[in-house]
């Protein structure tokens, strides 16, 4: 069966701070994968998604950058987090776009003081 | 993109059947309405998708009327546990257009 971890499940970092989250996914082989963040009282926002290994969109500016070094990896980052960049981190995989479900990790809970 | 409306809450009692509705206007021919319930501080779960008319699983049925431009999510004989948000997601079949989950539906189940 396929499994998604994300890791750490809370993280509390200063402003200015580096950031990253990982992602991996088992029991399947080239997965799309997805970052997603949800602010406090809001609704998802998707961050960026990946097709494939070293294949990155991005749907939204902001300081934030993603990479995928290696098929079921996904890794979130960032050089200098902002106050505005606390919020639930969701990564989440699919076979594919359109037709199938998104399968989503546990999160991670990012507090930026 | 197919923006999507939902109620911003909605409360009910056990046992009762809910029915939760999505606006999606703009709804593209490829696109597909998908439905994920969020417990707090978790990640959504996939409930059930379709393209038109009626669907039916084992927790919920979709209603889709022949324009496409809305549809509503219904829950048979909720119970507690039932209390979450509810996303109405419109999909198409490149890049992201329509990945966003928006607030969703706070349904609070009553005893």
């Known amino acids: 069966s396929q499994t998604i971890h994300q890791w750490p499940a809370t993280l509390v970092q200063p402003v200015g701070s580096p950031l990253s989250l990982e992602c991996t996914v088992e029991?399947?082989?080239?997965?799309?994968l997805y970052w997603y963040r949800q602010a406090a009282g809001r609704g998802l926002q998707l961050l960026f998604y990946?097709?494939?290994?070293?294949?990155i969109s991005s749907e939204v500016p902001q300081n934030l950058s993603a990479s995928r070094p290696q098929d079921r990896q996904f890794i979130l980052s960032s050089k200098k987090l902002l106050l505005s960049d606390s919020g639930f981190y969701l990564c989440?995989?699919?076979?594919?776009?359109?037709?199938?479900?998104?399968?989503f990790g546990p999160g991670t809970r990012l507090t930026v003081l | 993109l197919a923006k999507t409306t939902q109620p911003i809450s909605m409360d009910s009692y056990e046992g009762q059947e809910v029915n939760i509705t999505c606006s999606h206007n703009?709804?593209?021919?490829?696109?597909?309405i998908t439905w994920y319930q969020q417990f707090p501080s978790q990640g959504p779960r996939f409930i059930i998708q379709?393209?038109?008319t009626k669907v039916t699983n084992e927790v919920a049925s979709l209603f889709i009327p022949a324009d496409r431009k809305s549809s509503t999510l219904s829950l048979p004989r909720v119970s507690l546990s039932d209390t979450a948000v509810y996303y109405c997601?419109?999909?198409?079949?490149?890049?992201?257009?329509?990945?966003?989950f928006g607030k969703g539906t706070h349904l609070i189940i009553q005893p």
């Open positions: 989440a995989w699919s076979v594919r776009r359109g037709m199938n479900e998104q399968f």
């Open positions: 029991g399947t082989s080239n997965p799309n």
């Open positions: 990946s097709v494939g290994i070293g294949q």
């Open positions: 703009n709804i593209a021919t490829n696109d597909y």
């Open positions: 379709g393209y038109k």
């Open positions: 997601l419109v999909e198409s079949g490149g890049g992201a257009d329509g990945l966003t």
